[in-house]
């Protein structure tokens, strides 16, 4: 009897169970679901396309929104030899083959679509080698990466290509591809409205993952229609895409601080619950907590940075999970608390203006003289003891001399930091009446 994949090619026959993500591709750019904004006719491929002009691209995208396949259609679309390979599995005596049989290829008139999946594992040496075969038209290089190209890839390699970011797939495009799903398998979902929504959600905007929810569930023998409640006993719920060494991690926690300096505490909670779903570490949000309460409240609110410190001491002493909801209750104090950055401005501007003017000694009327000969050299002369000038305010300059008086803390007219601008106007007054 012959074995099942006794075939000339060595491959399994058409006759062998194809998964639904495989019969499912789809044959052509139109047929894709979703990525409007890379295909559409005014979009960047579709003027490519119709020009007959394609660059080298780079897909930045997370999972399952189809870069391979529109690679593999690009392809197609041109007339190129479609050549796939994995910056995971291939080192340069590989890549060293892929390019000479591309070069080969040319010679015999047929040009060559390399397709690098996660390309930016390869490093620095081994980008570099794709250059001399891209600038000679041996290989139109279609990269795709989850990282973000502009940390990951050579400048050298970036300018040689366009990066087009491919989207996660809306709700609507999910249920797009699960009817198509449907029609291909030739009966429905045993599920009910809201426990379809809910396979939706599960997918979490990739279309891989949600064909093989579907896989599963259609699979199941049932009678009637499944709820939310049952799909979720009989499928585990899918972990949310969080890298906390990449993009999500650095997306996420943006997104948080952002949440807070705008006052919205319902946003701030529900990221930094995306956070911690994710697996990130509380003491990495305890820290990035107290942060926002000394460079977006200051001190509009000095309350907030010992709010911040004692939560993150109280998450230290309860640990998890009950300490996060200390954290929870700081990040809700900062997201209402009167927001000032005043110092944390101010403290930038000093910084700049040392750097500017770092070798100035001080005023020669502020420094000690412990020694005659610095008293010969006028240290200290016409020092003015402030706590005995009038209203305890001598007005004296103390920045280096010959040096321009700058204006560093500007403090804004919200919270505590009002108190602190009715002061400064008041001793900025008292200065100028001072030195006349």
């Known amino acids: 009897m012959a074995d099942l994949f006794d075939t000339p090619d060595g491959k399994a026959p058409d006759t062998a169970p194809r998964p639904l993500a495989d019969r499912l591709r789809p044959k ?66 590989e890549l060293r083959k892929v390019f ?79 009817q ?46 499944l709820d939310s409640e049952a799909l979720a006993k009989r499928l585990m719920k899918r972990a949310a895409k969080y890298d ?27 990221w930094f619950a995306r956070m911690l779903e994710g697996g990130e570490d509380p003491r990495f949000l305890a820290r990035r907590i107290t942060r926002m309460s000394v460079e977006d409240i200051g001190l509009a609110d000095p309350q907030a940075q010992s709010v911040c410190l004692q939560s993150w001491e109280t998450y230290e002493r309860l640990g998890s999970p009950e300490g996060e909801l200390a954290l929870a209750q700081a990040l809700v104090y900062l997201a209402l608390a009167p927001k000032s950055n005043g110092v944390y401005v101010g403290y930038k501007a000093a910084r700049k203006a040392a750097r500017k003017t770092g070798s100035e000694p001080p005023p020669k009327h502020i420094l000690n003289a412990p020694t005659s000969l610095m008293a010969d050299q006028g240290y200290g002369d016409g020092y003015q003891y402030d706590h005995d000038a009038e209203d305890g305010f001598s007005g004296q300059d103390y920045f280096p001399e010959g040096m321009k008086r700058p204006v560093m803390y500007q403090p804004v007219e919200r919270g505590f930091e009002r108190e602190l601008k009715r002061r400064l106007d008041y001793f900025t007054k008292l200065r100028l009446k001072r030195n006349g």
């Open 28 to 93: 052509t750019l139109g047929e894709v679901i979703g990525q409007e904004q890379v295909l559409g006719p005014d979009a960047p491929l579709g003027v490519m396309l119709a020009s007959g002009s394609l660059s080298s691209l780079i897909f930045w995208g997370p999972p399952g929104v189809g870069k391979t396949t529109i690679a593999r259609l690009l392809a197609d679309e041109t007339n190129l030899h479609f050549v796939q390979i994995s910056a995971i599995f291939t080192g340069v005596p």
């Open 100 to 178: 000479e049989a591309a070069r080969i290829r040319r010679q015999n008139g047929q040009g060559t679509l390399l397709f690098v999946d996660e390309i930016h594992r390869f490093n620095k040496a081994q980008q570099d080698g794709f250059l001399p075969h891209m600038e000679d038209g041996t290989i139109l290089l279609v990269g795709a990466t989850t990282e973000n190209p502009s940390f990951e890839l050579n400048a050298a390699v970036l300018s040689r290509s366009q990066v087009l970011v491919l989207e996660r797939l809306s709700l609507a495009d999910l249920e797009r591809l699960a």
């Open 180 to 225: 198509r799903a449907e029609k291909e398998m030739d009966r429905a979902l045993p599920l009910n409205g809201h426990a379809r929504e809910a396979l939706l959600e599960m997918a979490d905007g990739d279309g891989r993952a949600l064909l093989n929810l579907i896989e599963q569930v259609a699979a199941w023998k049932v009678d009637g229609k």
């Open 244 to 270: 906390k060494s990449g993009d999500e991690h650095y997306n996420l926690i943006s997104a948080l601080h952002k949440s807070v300096r705008g006052s919205d505490p319902d946003a701030a909670l529900y």
